[in-house]
């Protein structure tokens, strides 16, 4: 056991998932993981830099890719926002890259130091045309050490742009942790024939250097990576290619946790740093005889719709607290689509919620529909 | 379909192939014809196939069509490229100095011309292409006088000798289709010569930005945006105002906005990506600002002469934290000016980014103005403060007071009394940053409750034939030309079909949406992207029910009636409607 | 230095034929001029990594039959500098356009050349930006015209040589399309050279900036880059430049040629201090 800081499981987790390249920029709540990574990186025979902006800084990663590193780069919100044009780059490119973003209260600069969730919607749609990424989430030091792994893992597995979101109070925070092993994707390097499509289905990484002369680029392009006339049917191709993967294995990717929903009228659905408020929430109503439960994501998305259904089927109601003015909401009322009533609890002043706050809006909740448990006076 | 007939021309990048379509349609616009006129291009300057079609008819039309009645083709690669497009017996104009080949099956009347040759007869070898334009002119039964007058008055500038070298092309072309024996192979019904505009999408936003007194512009070259960037350049100086071509050119757009001028950026894709900081901290300062996105394929660099509406979700959600957007689409050349205007309202009147989200068909392709709605528009520069308020204040002025509605009192740089703090950190009323969880939810509500009345705003959204029908089209952008074609064309086969137009994406006018809606038995959402991104707004605003059914178009060509057409017939067997 | 006639297709992408660039353009030229300096160099292309950015140059990459990456506007060289930290024996060459290279990506260049990555940057410079239709560039000379000066330039060039000398490169050339005898072997210098390179070749763009400028046809325009050149002492030591030699005739030849701690270098003693075993690769 040891007392470990958010941002430095993170850090370790990069090491531990074979992370030999790091690339950033300074920037609250964030930069304590590019301060670890400076010390890490060398001593493991990584590289670490320095660059002179967040543009800059995913670039490197890209570029470290394809040099054949796995590589990470760490921001929070106004460095995130930078990055969107080359993390399309990554997403048309299909390069594993693993970009942290430590949420802070935006817009803008907005409260640099404090936590918020602003980001949900922007990691899934940030960059501009269509395209697949990978995001996940957690509430807890050791859940982001287990996340960060996995994000690598993912990443490599899907030749995605992996996204951690995490917020300013988990980066900060440092909570007693036993690292748990988690198993690590290594990269595999195939034979290389003539005929090798380095962008043909399930085609594996394989950077420069190879001996196979691959071409990368942002245009459209087919399985051979150059971009020819009807680029955009290979596009087609490409894209439901990356679609259909991730649907097809969606219970393997999706991570959460589920507290008490065998029978609970109430699920609060919660991700990231609003978990941990919501498990005692839960344990609240319990105790004052509300049948509520907890469904918890780390994979935010792919949006796991499936696992939605499938967990509120018997649902009275859904509360979703967030550190936004209900970002994650949208998307579940409409994969709810009426069937109970989806209510969103949001917050944007900076301040976590209280398990207090949780219970009594659940609570307003079942009186307001009337759901047993809950005291008529 | 609208009787419409379509004449493209085709060779090599940087041949002149675009000017040879504008003067060819541009005399039929003269003619009183409506025109729709699109290239095929890539990126990339001179050489390489390009071709240009000048679809024509009677009535408005703002789509491509499927087939073509005449190729002119002056390379061989047109030939083998585009034959297919053309009926059977249709002419094909080939120059005869290619010796051009018909590919097996096509079943195309390979007429050989001697361009080159002629224009070389003639002394001038740039002319060949307008040998071409007399020979189709002729094939169209069209008067050669109304190509003279316009040649004429085009190359007067240079002189009487290249006047005299084109219309001696024109006359050449004409006589060889007159001795063929093919004149008015494709006869077209007389129309009544009116002068209309012709012109893009492009044109009209940069004159509707010029007529809502927008006087700064700050860009950076992109396909397909560089046009409104490049007619302002020209066009500014004249009113007073600068275009800047800037590294970072939101910031620009934000600091003179700041300072109380009307100002905008034009970009594409991944300058909008880029942008997505600054378009957060006009957002949190509450700074009016205009962006123009013309889309085109993405992601990253994708294609970027290939037309797409995949920023959507990127318009919308595209920044971190929770900024206040407003996203407006035109569809049409006149919507464009209509939005180029209204943006600049939008933005004074909520104090926030506005992003008027084009694509490459509305910002490239031409197409036939009747005028430019300059009457209907006023400038509104909403709630900034005149300099007698100022002076009567006691205390500090508030320029981030809460108010009821959420649009606070502005005061620009150098108003005595006006002295702000603009900053992207939260801060109070009075600007000072602020960071207790008070004024943080104080400030957040009054910035969001900004645009609720937005949901309902007229013009947000723009139905047609909604009364009784079965099945209503709901899309966004330029598609909307090949939808009301293809509404009309349905209409005319009895089938009952409606469509909406949805102008203000953002916030989702989901109130008149979900009425305009109601009647349907089924929804057919048109857009050209990969993922729907639309409809994934629409069932974001809880509008999406099982009735809901997608078009989606994202190869990178244009969208046709004929597709939209197949898509309600397929539709119809499958809902039984 | 290789005869013209020698072959150099093997170095180059077939499939990508013909290039993107007009009839008349410089771009092509100095593409020649690289891959006379890889074959006088005899590298391996399984180790040499082209990097472009977005604009006619940018398409380089896709023209040599290397690892080859077409990344976005202005960005190049950062790519580049995680390419090469973690894969060192790469050759990495990034051709940048003028706009690409000090509008868009001026933070980058300054950077890269502040490290000294070892890094080979050519800067195809043809005064204006071709691929979007002839806007003015940040090497616009004042008073030139573009589609977004249409009545001259008011805003002041950068001096791409002057800009990578006080930025820290350690080689440092110019020279142009024109001069195609010296260009391979400056361009071979800057990638034999330990440590960051920028090889400027003035090249022409008749199509816009040349038509736009009233400066005639290609031939024509290769004779006004001669014009407006002067060759310093070829190849001697590096000179020392005033500001009042440089008008009325831009100097070209060899810069700056000098030895620094290369950055890659300086990353691996560090390694090697912290004990960190292995390198990266």
């Not at chain 1, 507290?259 to 319990?286: K, P, S, W």
């Not at chain 1, 259904?309 to 550190?323: F, R």
């Not at chain 2, 936003?205 to 960037?229: E, F, H, Q, V």
């Not at chain 3, 300096?37 to 391996?44: T, W």
């Amino acid at each position: 056991m040891r007392l470990v800081q958010g941002n430095e499981a993170v850090a370790l987790a990069a090491v531990h998932a074979g992370c030999n390249f790091y690339s950033g920029y300074p920037i609250t709540p964030a930069t304590e993981i590019m301060e670890m990574m400076a010390r890490q990186m060398p001593k493991t025979g990584g590289v670490f830099i320095q660059m002179e902006d967040e543009i800059g800084s995913i670039a490197a990663a890209i570029g470290a890719a394809w040099g054949g590193a796995k590589a990470m780069t760490a921001t929070s919100g106004p460095g995130f926002s930078l990055m969107q044009e080359n993390l399309g780059y990554a997403c048309m490119t299909q390069t594993p890259v693993v970009v942290v973003d430590s949420q802070r209260g935006g817009p803008s600069t907005g409260l640099p130091t404090l936590p918020a969730q602003g980001e949900v919607m922007q990691a899934r749609y940030g960059t501009h045309g269509d395209h697949e990424v990978i995001v996940l989430t957690a509430s807890s030091v050791v859940e982001a050490y287990r996340m960060t792994v996995e994000a690598f893992n993912l990443s490599e597995r899907y030749r995605l742009p992996v996204i951690l979101l995490l917020d300013a109070v988990l980066s900060h925070m440092r909570e007693n942790v036993e690292f748990p092993d988690v198993p690590v994707r290594e990269r595999v390097m195939p034979t290389i024939d003539e005929n090798f499509l380095p962008f043909g289905p399930d085609a594996p990484f394989v950077p420069f250097g190879s001996g196979h002369h691959t071409v990368v680029t942002g245009m459209s392009h087919d399985e051979t990576g150059l971009p020819k006339a009807l680029a955009g049917q290979a596009v087609q191709r490409i894209l439901r290619g990356v679609q259909e993967r991730l649907a097809q294995d969606a219970r393997e990717i999706t991570f959460y946790h589920e507290m008490e929903l065998a029978d609970a009228d109430i699920v609060l659905l919660t991700y990231g740093i609003t978990a941990r408020a919501a498990r005692e929430a839960v344990g609240l109503l319990r105790a004052d005889g509300v049948k509520a439960g907890l469904l918890d994501l780390q994979t935010l998305w792919p949006f796991p719709e499936w696992l939605i259904l499938e967990k509120t089927q018997a649902a009275k109601a859904v509360l979703v607290p967030e550190l936004n003015l209900g970002q994650y909401v949208i998307p579940v009322r409409a994969a709810i689509a009426g069937r109970c009533p989806v209510e969103s609890l949001g917050r944007c002043d900076g301040e976590l919620f209280t398990p207090e706050a949780m219970v009594e809006a659940a609570k307003a909740l079942a009186h307001s529909l009337e759901i047993g448990g809950v005291a008529h006076d | 379909m609208p009787e419409s007939l379509a004449w493209m021309i085709g060779g090599d990048q940087g041949e002149g192939i675009d000017a040879t379509g504008d003067v060819f349609g541009r005399v039929l616009s003269r003619l009183g014809y409506y025109i729709y006129g699109y290239r095929h291009f890539s990126s990339r300057i001179k050489g390489g196939h390009t071709n240009f079609t000048v679809r024509i008819a009677r009535e408005r039309i703002l789509a491509p069509q499927d087939e073509v009645e005449v190729l002119v083709a002056l390379t061989q690669e047109t030939i083998d490229r585009n034959c297919a497009l053309l009926r059977d017996g249709a002419p094909l104009l080939a120059d005869s100095q290619l010796k051009p080949t018909l590919p097996e099956g096509c079943q195309a009347q390979l007429v050989e011309i001697p361009l080159t040759q002629v224009a070389r007869e003639i002394g001038a070898p740039v002319v060949r292409n307008m040998v071409a334009v007399g020979a189709s002119a002729a094939l169209f039964g069209l008067p050669i006088d109304a190509f003279e007058t316009y040649v004429r008055e085009k190359f007067e500038r240079k002189g009487a000798e290249v006047v005299a070298q084109n219309i001696a092309a024109l006359g050449r072309g004409h006589a060889f289709i007159e001795e063929a024996g093919l004149v008015a192979r494709f006869a077209l019904p007389d129309a009544v010569p009116r002068e209309r505009y012709l012109m893009t999408g492009n044109d009209s936003l940069s004159l509707g930005a010029l007529a809502a007194g927008c006087r700064i512009m700050a860009a950076y070259p992109i396909t397909p945006a560089t046009d409104i960037m490049e007619n302002l350049a020209s066009l500014f100086p004249r009113f007073g105002g600068a275009v800047c071509q800037m590294e970072a050119a939101i910031t620009l757009v934000i600091g003179a906005n700041y300072a109380g001028a009307r100002a905008m950026t034009a970009t594409s894709g991944p300058g909008f990506s880029l942008m997505q900081e600054g378009i957060g901290l006009a957002s949190m300062t509450e700074i009016p600002a205009v962006v123009i996105d013309t889309q085109r394929v993405g992601p990253s660099t994708g294609m970027p002469t290939k037309n797409e509406q995949s920023d959507l979700m990127a318009a919308v959600f595209g920044g971190h934290g929770e900024g206040q957007r407003i996203v407006i689409a035109p569809g049409t050349a006149v919507q464009a000016f209509d939005d180029g205007f209204e943006a600049f309202n939008l933005a004074d009147r909520y104090q926030c980014p506005v992003i008027v989200l084009s694509d490459l068909a509305l910002a490239q392709w031409l197409q036939s103005v009747e005028d430019l709605p300059l009457k209907g528009h006023l400038i509104d520069r909403g709630a900034i403060v005149d300099q007698a308020e100022l002076d009567r204040l006691t205390g500090e002025f508030e320029r981030y007071r809460v108010t009821e509605d959420g649009v606070s009192p502005r005061a620009l740089p150098g108003m005595q009394k006006g002295q702000f703090l603009a900053t992207g950190v939260e801060h109070a009323a009075s600007g000072k940053v602020s960071e207790t969880p008070q004024n943080r939810v104080a400030q957040m509500e009054k910035r969001s409750r900004k645009l609720e009345p937005l949901r309902a705003r007229p013009g947000a959204i723009e139905a047609r034939h909604l009364d009784g029908a079965d099945i209503v089209i709901a899309c966004f952008g330029s598609v909307i030309g090949a939808v009301d074609e293809a509404v009309d064309a349905l209409r005319r086969e009895g089938v009952r079909v409606g469509r909406v137009q949805v102008r203000q994406l953002w916030p989702m006018p989901d109130v008149p949406l979900a009425a305009a809606l109601a009647g349907a038995r089924a929804v057919l959402v048109v857009e050209q992207n990969a993922t729907g991104e639309m409809r994934q707004l629409m069932r974001i605003a809880s509008l999406e029910d099982g009735r809901y059914h997608s078009l989606l178009h994202f190869d990178g060509t244009l969208l046709s009636p004929q597709r939209v057409i197949e898509a309600v017939h397929e539709l119809r067997v499958e809902e039984e409607v | 230095m290789t005869k013209p006639g020698i072959d150099l297709t093997p170095l180059l992408r077939q499939e990508m034929m013909p290039t993107v660039w007009c009839p008349g353009c410089g771009h092509g030229i100095i593409a020649r001029g690289i891959a006379t300096a890889l074959m006088s160099l005899g590298l391996d292309m399984d180790q040499v990594a082209f990097v472009g950015g977005i604009g006619c140059s940018g398409r380089a990459p896709f023209y040599f039959d290397a690892n080859s990456m077409h990344t976005t506007h202005g960005r190049a060289l950062a790519f580049a500098t995680g390419l090469k930290m973690v894969n060192p024996k790469l050759t990495v060459i990034v051709p940048m356009g003028d706009g690409d290279s000090m509008a868009i990506g001026g933070n980058h260049l300054i950077h890269a050349a502040r490290r000294n990555i070892d890094i080979t940057a050519v800067v195809f410079n043809n005064s204006i930006y071709g691929m979007t239709g002839g806007q003015g560039a940040p090497t616009s000379p004042l008073d030139s015209r573009s589609t977004t000066s249409p009545m001259g330039s008011i805003e002041p060039a950068f001096d791409t040589v002057e800009l990578a000398l006080a930025a820290g490169a350690t080689y440092v050339a110019r020279t142009t399309t024109f001069d195609f005898q010296e260009m391979p072997q400056l361009i071979a210098g800057a990638i034999r050279h330990h440590g960051f390179s920028v090889v400027e070749v003035l090249s022409q763009c008749p199509t816009y900036y040349g038509r736009l400028n009233k400066l005639g046809e290609a031939p024509d325009m290769l004779l006004y880059e001669r014009d407006r050149t002067k060759l310093l002492e070829a190849f001697g030591p590096p000179p020392e430049i005033t500001r009042e030699e440089m008008v009325g005739q831009l100097p070209i030849g060899l810069f700056r040629d000098e030895e620094r701690p290369e950055y890659v270098d300086q990353y691996h003693g560090l390694i090697a201090r912290a004990g960190g075993g292995k390198s990266a690769s």
